[in-house]
Structures are given as C-alpha cells and as structure tokens.
C-alpha cells in the first residue's frame, strides 16, 4: 500500500508535465502497472525478526535465525562486523562473525531489496531486538593464564586429567569433623578404606578480587580479567570482580567471560534509529482515495489511442509480472543485470517514442528526461517497502513537480499544484517514524494485570493535527517563496506547431502564412482567425477601423513582472494611417538570436540600470509572425530564421501555430517616475544632425490642425519636464476624451487627431495613442505608436499571464535621453519596470482570494452562516442521538476512555492500571464495573445505586481539572 | 525409571461423587480461596516461578494439562510434588526416556497368584501426575496418554478404567536443541491446555533456595489446605462461570488475528479457543466473578495460545501471543 502514495504521486506528475494525449496514455498504462505491483506486492511492509539464537557457542560463530516477509538480502551486523549475506523471503539463519567479546541485545539489520524491478538498491539498516542477548566470549586459547600444574596425589596417580577445570586440587587428606560430604575424594577413599577429602592448596587465596584496568586496550583488559577470574576459579577460590561501584562474584567461566565482557569494553551502541513500521491506515485510505483521484483526472482526456505506447506499456507490464513469477536463476546472482535491462528497455522505449529530434534540448528537457525520472519512482514505488522509500518518492516527485510547475501555463495547474502540495505535506507528516511501542510492552512483561498493551493506532485528532500541520507548511512554503521565473536561461525553450512559411520577405504574414497587407495597402483580415482581426499586426494602421476582437486566449506567458508585450511599432503618420518603416531590417538564422545592441538602430542608448526580463511565449491560437515581446528584446529563443527590423522589433520567417513556443529575453530599463521626470525637456536633448535616427520620430502629418499644435503648446509650456507634460496631456485626454470602441468614424480626408480632440471627442486607443504621439512631435519630442497587447491576467500560484484577443494594444512610445524608448498610454497604467514588486505566490493567492471575498462578501457570509448552521445543528442533532443509544453506560464508558487514554485493544483494567497511584483504586473499581456491564449476564443497568456509584468513581478517579467536564458530559 | 509415590495413595478415595453446588454468593470465595490456599502453600517452598505455579493452579481448577518448557533442575518436580501434597492427593513421577513403554506408563495386566490376571494400574493413576522430559520418550508412550489427558480415564485389554478426579498431568520438555528428543506433535501440544516457559531464576531466588528458606527439605511441611473433593467442587463452580458473547467474540478474533500473521505456521484451532475461555473462567472464579472479562483473556492467552502456533521455543509463541494482544480490538459497551 505504502507504494501507491508514491505511484499517485508520480501519476500526478504526469498530468502535470504536458496535456498531450501520448504522456497521457502512458500514465493510464502505469496506473495499470502501479495498481498490478500494488496488488502483487500487497504485503511489501518490511519486517525482520530475529526468532532463535543459538546460544551456547562459546567461542566462534553462533548462528541468529532471522525471518523476513520480503525478497531482501538481509545481513547482520555486530560492532561493525557484517555477517555473509542471506537471502529471503522466509526463515534464514546467518552465522555472526562477532567481535571479540561482548553482550549483545539487539543486532543491525542490513537488508537490500533484490527484486527484480528495483533497479535502485535500497539499503536500509534498523536494529533488531535479541529474543535473549547474544554473549561473546573471549576466545578460550587466550585462557591461559595462572592455572597451577597438576599435582601427584598418595595413590600416585595423575588425578587432574579426569577433572574439569575448576576442581583442579593437588592433595588429599583425612576427613575432619566439619568437612562437607562434597570435597570427599572418592577414589582414595575406596581404595584407602578411610574417609578423605580433597585438600585446597595452602596457598590458594580463599577469595580473589580482580580489578579491570580502564587504561589498558579494553579488549586485551576483558582477556586478562577473564583469565584470572577463571584462574582463581580453578583453584578453588571465590572468585570475585570489582568494577569500582561493588564486587560481584563470579562463579564459573562463562560468568567470568560475561563479565569482563560487561564491564572492560563499552559495549558497542547500537543505533536507535526507526523500524519498520506499517502507514496509519489512514494515509492508506487518504492515498488510495488520491490515486483514484488522479486516474480520473488522466483518464478523462485520454481518448487519443497510439498504438507504440500501447505495445510499449504491455510488454512493460508482461516483463514485470514474468519477472516477479518467475524469477530467472541468474537474477539472484545479480540483481544489477536485472533492473538494468528492465531500465535500459523502458527508457529506450520511451525515448524513442517521446524524443523529437526538431526540439532539441527543450524537446530531450521537457521529454524523455522527465519520463525517465518519473518511470523510475513508479518502478522505485514497486518495492517501497518502507518509509525512508516514501520519503526519498516524495522528495523526489516534489523535485518533479516543480520542474513540470514552470512548464505548466494552463489554469489547472494551480488547482492540481494546491491538491498535491496538502496531499505531499500531510504524507511526508505522517511517515514519521512512531516509538517502538510493542519493545517497551515486551519489556514490561506478558500478560501482567496492569500492563498497559498500548497499541500504536492513531486517533481522530491526532490525524487532523497532521492536516492542520500540513497545511500549515504549505501556507508557510508558499508565503516565502517567490513567484516562479520559468526555465533557466540554459533552457530557454522552443518549439514550433504548424508553421506557415511567410509569403513575403520580411513582411507581416496573417496566421496562414498570406501578407496581411493587400496590395492596394488595405489590411485582409483573415476569416475566422482571432488573433488577425487586429489591425495593428500589418504593415500599415487605420486609425478609423476598430476591431471588434473576442474574448479568446491567444497566448500565455511566464514572466516575473507584467509589461506590454509588444508586436511591432509605427513610424510615420498620415493623419490617418500609420506604416512600419520600409526597410525589413536584417534576417538573422542563427539559435538563439542576439539582437544587436543599441547603437546600430539608434535612440537605445540606455545609462539608467537595466533589468533582464525573460518571457516564454505559449501560443494559443495561430498568430502571426510577429514576435511579440517586452521592450527591448535582446535575445530570442525561437525555431527558423527572424528578421530583425530597425526600430528593434522582431518578424520570425513563418507564423506561430497554435502550440508554438518561443522565449524572449528583454532588457528592461528600471526606470520610476522621479527618473524620468528628472530628464527634464527631451526635445532639447534630441541631438543635431540625427545621428540616432530619431527625425523620423519628429515627422507630423501636414494635416495636423493648429488648434492641435496649440493645445499641445499650452499642456507642455506648463509643465516642468517632458514626462510631466505628457502627463497633463493623458489627463487632459482622460478627461475629455471618453474611450468608445463605437465612436463614430472621422469623415473622409479628415485629420484623425483633430477629429478626436475636437471633434467627436470619443475613440478608441489606436486615436487617442495617436493624439498624444502627434501633440509630442509637435514638441520636438521623438515618438511613435507600438502595437501589441496588455499585459493580461495573471494567475497567482503559476505566475503566468492569460493574454487574450480583446487584450490587443496601441500605446504611445517616447524616446528618453538616458532610458530610451518609455511605453505611455492614456487609456490604460503602463507598468513600470523599476516599480514592480513581484512579491510571493502567497502575497499572489491571498490578494486574489481578498478581493473576490471582498467582491462577494454578502454571499461568503450568508454560505458560511448556512454552513455552520447546518453543521452546529448536524452536531447536536447527531450527538442527542448518540447519547440516547449508548445510554448511561456507554456515556459512562465512552468518558472513561477519554479520561485514561484508552486504545481500542486495551482494556479498561488495563487503562485505568496506568492512573496515577492516588486515583488508581477508584479507576481499577470503575473498570470493573464498566467490565461488568458488558460482560456480566446478570448486571443490572438500570440500578440507580450502581450508576451513583460510577459517577461518583469517575469523579474520583478523573484528573481534578478535568473532573466537572467529564461529569458534565455524562449527564 | 518409573516410581509411584505411594506416600499418600488413597486411590479408592478419589473417585468423584456428586457434589452439590452451593449458592453462588458462598461459591465467590470459595474458588478464591482454594486457589490462594493452594498457591500459598506451593510458593512456600518454591522459589519464584510465579508464572508457573500460577497457571498450574488454575489448570487444576479447570480441568487442563501443563507443558513446562525448561531446563532440568529448576524445580518442576518440586512443585508437582507441592502441588499434591496440598491438595491433599497423589502425586507420581515418570522419568521419559527413549525405551520408556506404554504400559510402563498406564498400567498393565499380570498374573495375579494363579492365572488370573489382574490390572495394576501405572503411575498416571494419581492427582498430579509430573511426566518429566517428555519429549524424549518415544511417540507411542507419548500418544498412550492422549486419552489420558482428554477423557481422564485408561483403556487396557478392553478394559476402561478411570483416573482419579481431579487428575492435572504437569509435562516437562526439554528445549528442541538437545540431542535425542522427540518433538511433540502438534496434537499431542494441542491437548496441553497450557504452556509455560518460566524464565531463569534470578539470584535473589537462587539465594532463597541456597540458604534453605525455600527448597525440597520444606516440602514435609506442607499440610494439605483442601482436599480432592473441593477441588472437584471448585472445577464445578469453574464450568459454571458466564462466558458473554463479546468475550468469546474477543477471542474468536484473537484467533483469527494469530492465523493472520505472517510467523504463524500453524493457525491455532478451535480447542485452543475452548482451552483459552477455560483457563480465563478460572482466572474469573479466582478473582470472585461470575463472569469473564476481557482481562481473563489476556492474563492466560499468552500461556494457552503460545504453544500451538507452531513457534519454537514456546517463549516465542509468548511473544507473539501478546503482539496479537496489543493489535485486537477489546469489546466495549
């Protein structure tokens, strides 16, 4: 089960990384694959217990039978020796090669998964409990030491060799009152005919005490100390051992031995770490219901069928369930070979059938590699038998995520990423380790009353303290971190869908391909193409056509900051009609593009401090070949060639198809208010002789009014600089000028501007972009219209911004003397850069969630009331009823297991034995008498006397803090 | 090899006759106080082996059979002997060793004066019956007791013969790592109804025994505290005990948790359920209940249940025992 957290997880990367269908059907084929091991390996929790010792072996290799439930190797380890592998399933015995001495109760187990499909070997160590200790003796040729020589006796015979060590003696001598029956020397005695009794040698000390010497080598000391300790057993002596806290007698060798043992060494520690332990069911459950979760989320778009995924994933599937049947003799050899071959299958597989080889590294980054990376935490969640395997799954799958997170621009994104991140916090929670409760009940005894058989079962609040925990995490991870910024600079990704070739050499192209302009100089709006409706995308501006322009997304785009995404600018103004400049520019093939800096086009030259902005582009919907972008991009990341015009902008040579994907990196100048309104007049900074090119920014329409020319004069002979002049002039725009996309259309042959400003006095942006540009040329003030779009929506957790049709844009563009060209507009804020605080995803979700709450505030307050209503109301009505079919009893029942932490499989005599002692005999009587209303035939629940008596014992026996609230529940 | 202790043979006398039950509020203390009588005078002269003497007791009040696991030497005998002495009965020894017969155990027919033969009964007609290393006599001696054991009564030549009331068999084997012993088959563990593995005696126990307060001298010294008759009338008032559903419940469950688990090779049966309620309805009597609770059940379970799931040493039957303890529900109101 532990498996399917892991495998749910990685499934959900799947649905992250890409919505195409192939990625799709190979993540309904590992469901399938995950849902076979997961049943297959149903019983993969990893459990290794020592069931015998062979105790007895003095000196060598004792051997320690282990039991394992799971194909591992399993090798022991004591003091740092490790033992000969073994292998499982079942019922192994392993010799210890131990150390030299030492006791020993608990072994580190070393197990290392030898399945077939875990191509990543898992090694895992935890301690294993001795069923009884494990002694290591010195080895007996080191005892030596001071043992007399055997003695000749009366009889003349060598008695020693017929004795054991320990009742060596060298003399007999006759019986005396007092003598023990036992020291009768039973050979002389017959043969003499007179009672006699071994005799200790007179030299012998009737009492030895050895003392251990702590700055010898331990292990030399533990030698030396059991030799004399068995020496002075030898002649007879009470052997005794001090160890500076008190002697302790020994009485034969293999006590010597252990004591020395005990005392001389530290005994090796013995590392504490977790065991093995089965999930909570509740997480089983949580993950069960997340996998199904996320199958329907895969399955639902997965209609499209291909045949190679298909056969790819069956033969996948069948070499799985061949290899774990039917295991070949060779795989226990090397289990390397094994998961090898099975990696190196799949990952061809998949690599060849995902890699295209037109994308190139994003094409390899955004593919094959992900699925390798996801394929093996599927193949790793088969044998995740334990929690350190989930933990590694779930560090690992966050790894993916995020990768698949700044690949990801679609909506669902957000909602999928907030699912999972409670979902990964909450499980990484709950597979902390749990104490070793079933150790410390082992400890206390068997079948003792008043032994409490804690059980490791979690409760209800206990769980949603987890949650809570868990989602406080994440609210923390994601106030803290910043909104994403896409892919490095070192995978800056491309990719092309549909591409039409360009008709005309460095011309504008409609979606198809086609010059978006006739050759009668009119704009041929493509049919049915929502991103051509606009007709700032040609060569040429009518500023009396409006747009009528959907609702449709278009594009999205990952940036850090919003700005206007720019498509292309106009030069020159007729009065009605805007044009690009003539010359294309020049056509650049090479990958990626570097726009040549400023000096070559002119009036870029920046000295304020710049900014790197990255923008990928994700095409919606089949656009032009405009590339669009933020001013001034420097660096473009596209497939085929792109001609680089004059003023900057960019034309790629084919159009963008839906599903394109191109990144534009611009160098933004971080210019604020103060900046610019510090560069004071910029038509006096405009240099003579045009060596930036900028006379052509000055060019005004002859039919430009002078009523015009005189507002213009008047707005900016007030103002103090350029920028706070063409602020009063957007003010002055705003104020009388009312934006109307069904503003009538200016008569034939009329100034455009004039029409605007004192005419209709209503229009849409491409007028009133194109007054403000006209009133700045007449001030000497380079300027000219960009065409493009606004930055759109942003979404909060994905930081990606939703462009759509009816965003489509002209704005105005002054040339600055320090900052270069300044996007201004005066129907709508135009970002700046160097005022933009990108803030976190928290700061992002929090203000959206504050404003629709503030924007709905009558109905998120009529819900929650309804809801808690609903819910307080749910509660009492569900708690009457409980009350009434417990009864008393259960009530009185139902308390007691509150108040004296009561498990399901413990018992009431059990729980009430571990109150404190002043209380303990009121809570054993209530136990009883709760015991006796269930078990007892005869009981009598409705006995006034007995339930006085129990309340008036849960009173006493229940904590006095605590006390008045369990008897309020009661009644 | 085999020996009779013929010290206090009375056989004629213990055969059991109908015994009134008397009211239960008088039956209450009487089972208690058999059993701590019983258990008071055996722990006077044995040292520790609290467990042992403990689930000994409430065998001899149920009806059940004793397997000691342990090494030789550490008092087994002695409390067979105690035992017996305080009930007031008989006590034999039979020594197990490979050539060891069945007659040898139950009894044979031989020429009695002329021609005729006649029964002389074997060692197993007693009270307490101590069969010492069973497990190294042959299979055949080992299977003549079965029905010892489970109707308390002998067959030979036909002949049906009945075995004193109340009749406790306390056998003794040796740990399966010794060399000569036959292991026990699991019908012949079966029919033990438990089994006890006492750990080691501690020094201070050692020290108690050595200086002679405990230890076989004392053992002239026990008096009888009740007699076979009350015994057979505690076993009476024990088969009278209330067993409820939940608890059989409880242990039907504990059951199939053991047949559940992965170290258990053999899944325990349904006598070994049987044995469990038994011995918990002697705990119940013993504490003055007339019914079983919950913490019956896990006070014996441990030492019914660890020996038939096929785990050796017994100890370790013990262990997983309790494991199941920790991980089953406990029926509650």
Known sequence: MLGVVTAAVTLFLLAQLTAAPLPLLMSVSLTALTVFSTVVTAATHLRVRVTAVAVGAVAGAPAVTVTVNVPVRVSLMVAGRRSVPAFGPGRVTIPVDGPPHGVFSEVSATTTTTAPLSFLRFTRRMPVALPEPLVFLPRRGTLTASLLPPADVSDGGAVSRSWETGEHVDGVRPWRDGDSMRHVHWPTTLRSGTRTVRDRPATAPARVVVVPDRSADPAADARRVTAELCGALAVGAAAFADDGTGTEQVFDERGAARWAAEHCAPVAAVESAERADPPPPVWTMASAALLCAMSVLILRPAVELSWPFTLMCVAALAAAAVLRVRRPRWMDASATKTSLAVTAFLVFAGAIVTSDLDRGLDGVLRGPLAWVLVMLMVLHAFEAGDRRSVRFGLVTTLVVVGYAMSLRTDPAGTVQMCVFCVAWACTLMASRPRPAVRRAVRAAGVGRPGVSLVSGVRSRARAGGVVVAGLAVIVGVLVSVPQPSGPSQLSLPRLTSLPSVTAQRGGVARPDGQPATGSDGTLRVAEGSAAGAYSGFAEQLDTSVRGDLPDTVLFRVRATSPDFWRAQTFSTFDGRFWHVDDAAGLEVLSDPVYVSGSGLYGATAVSAPTQRLQQTFFIAEPMSNLVLGAHRPTRLAAVGGVWVRPDGTLRSTSTFGAGSVYTVMSTRTLVTAEMLAAQGDVALAVPAGDPLGLDRYLQVPESTSQRTRDLADQLFDAAPSTYDGIRAAEAWLRENVTYDLHAPLPAGGADAVDDLLFGSRRGFCEQIASALAVMLRTQGVPARLAAGFIPGERQALSGVFEVRASDAHAWVEVWFPESGWQAFDPTADVPLAGEFDPGTIGSQLADQLSGWVSANSSLVVAVLGVAGFGAAAAGLVRRVVRRRRRGFWGRAQDRFCVVFDAGPSVSNTAAAGSAPPERRGAALELAGLLDAAVFDPSFDETDPVLRERAVSLLAASAPPARAAGVLRRLR | ?333
């Open chain 2, 1 to 333: 090899m085999v020996r009779v202790n013929q010290r206090t043979s009375h056989l004629s006398l213990v055969r059991a006759r109908p015994v009134p039950i008397a009211s239960r509020k008088r039956d209450r203390p009487h089972a208690t106080r058999v059993h701590d009588a019983l258990v008071a005078a055996v722990s006077s002269v044995v040292a520790g082996n609290d467990d042992l003497i403990e689930m000994v007791a409430l065998s001899l009040l149920s009806g059940g059979h004793v397997l000691v696991e342990e090494a030789p030497g550490s008092g087994k005998t002695l409390i067979a002997q105690a035992f017996a002495q305080a009930l007031g009965g008989t006590s034999s020894r039979i020594q197990g060793t490979p050539d060891l017969l069945p007659s040898d155990v139950t009894g044979q027919m031989l020429p009695d004066g002329d021609d005729m033969l006649m029964f002389h009964p074997g060692p197993v007609f007693a009270n307490v019956v101590l069969f010492d290393e069973m497990n190294r006599c042959s299979p055949r001696t080992q299977s003549a007791l079965l029905e010892a054991t489970e109707e308390a009564s002998v067959t030979v030549d036909g002949d049906t013969h009945e075995l004193p009331d109340p009749f406790l068999l306390v056998a003794t084997q040796n740990p399966l790592t010794e060399a000569g012993t036959f292991p026990l088959p699991s019908a012949t563990l079966d029919r033990f109804s438990v089994a006890v593995s006492p750990p080691a005696s501690t020094r201070a126990e050692q020290i108690e025994v050595f200086v002679g307060r405990r230890g076989r001298h004392l053992l002239d010294t026990v008096a009888p505290v009740t007699d076979p008759v009350e015994v057979s009338l505690v076993n009476s008032i024990v088969d009278g005990v209330d067993v409820s559903d939940d608890v059989a419940g409880y242990v039907a469950d504990l059951l199939a948790h053991l047949a559940g688990m992965g170290e258990v090779t053999v899944p325990p049966s349904t006598r070994a359920g049987v044995a469990t309620v038994q011995l918990a309805r002697a705990a119940a009597a013993v504490a003055g209940r007339q019914y079983v609770t919950v913490d019956d059940v896990t006070r014996v379970a441990p030492f019914t249940l660890g020996h038939r799931l096929g785990a050796a040493p017994i100890s370790s039957g013990h262990t997983l025992v309790a494991d199941a303890l920790a991980a089953v529900p406990v029926p509650r109101r």
